[in-house]
């Protein structure tokens, strides 16, 4: 599986002229990522200001706009991601009004104490029953080991479950390198399908030792504008184009949106 990031909680025009905020932006780089390769689109929106928003109209307009879009052919997933702006109640509500189909959540955020993972497992379970797909987010082997616990103890239901390793968010450059994703690996329990995101011109090489261990990829200009040449990419598409001809070697082609719902179905059995 490819999925695009294509603009994040923070990137602006400034940073690239073809950064997609609008629904109709967000709608026209859905269509050209899907015809590179992806089969799954990771949404922020914004407010009237610019700014990261967990607004639930413009999620549900965004929603719309790439759904009318690209049909059936790519999982639209939406992120709960706080920007230190949202409280778990927030984050927790704008989901049950939304009812997207997929939504990623970062274990930090919704589970820093004790004291939240009550209300997190409701949620969790919510999800769960709702048949909406949850992509837990991972930044450190202290997340992993922490997501572990929290599976183990029943916080976190399913059996087979689906995480995003994020590499280089929190080194000292701010940018990833391949070698961190190994340590997570190791770390975590069995039972997932894991996916890598990775910050910096390092992201294709991450994407390729992804590949080569059995993970699936997450690109875009939420994470990385780099091309492996140096270049600044023309659009987020340039880089799912360069992730699905640098995997050929590894006979895994990209598949399709709903390949990717058969794969992701896993954690809600």
């Not at 590179?36 to 929106?45: K, N």
């Not at 009812?99 to 589970?111: H, T």
Request: include cysteine.
């Amino acid at each position: 599986m490819i999925a695009v990031a294509p603009n994040g909680a923070r990137k602006q025009k400034d940073d690239h002229p073809a950064l997609p905020i609008s629904p109709a932006e967000l709608a026209e780089t859905a269509v050209q990522c899907r015809d590179a390769g992806a089969c799954m689109i990771h949404l922020h929106v914004r407010d009237a200001g610019g700014g990261h928003s967990l607004d639930v109209d413009a999620y549900r307009l965004a929603t719309k706009a790439v759904r009318d879009a690209v049909g059936p052919d790519m999982v639209i997933q939406i992120t709960t991601e706080a920007v230190g702006i949202y409280t778990v109640d927030q984050q927790i509500s704008m989901v049950q009004q939304v009812k997207p189909e997929a939504v990623s959540l970062a274990i930090r955020e919704l589970c820093a104490g004790a004291d939240d993972e009550i209300k997190a497992g409701q949620f969790f379970s919510w999800l769960y029953r709702e048949k909406i797909f949850p992509q837990y987010i991972l930044y450190s082997v202290e997340d992993v080991m922490r997501f572990n616990s929290l599976r183990q103890r029943g916080v976190i239901p399913g059996d087979t479950v689906c995480v995003l390793f994020v590499l280089g968010r929190y080194s000292k450059t701010g940018a990833s390198s391949p070698q961190e994703l190994l340590p997570m690996l190791r770390a975590a329990d069995d039972g997932i399908i894991w996916s890598v995101c990775a910050f910096g011109a390092s992201e294709s090489a991450c994407m390729l030792l992804a590949a080569e261990l059995g993970g699936h990829a997450r690109v875009g200009f939420e994470n990385n504008m780099q091309l492996v040449s140096g270049e600044l990419a023309s659009d987020n598409s340039a880089l799912i184009t360069q992730v699905v001809d640098a995997v050929e070697p590894f006979q895994r082609p990209s598949a399709s949106g709903m390949e990717a719902r058969a794969i992701m179905q896993l954690s809600n059995r």
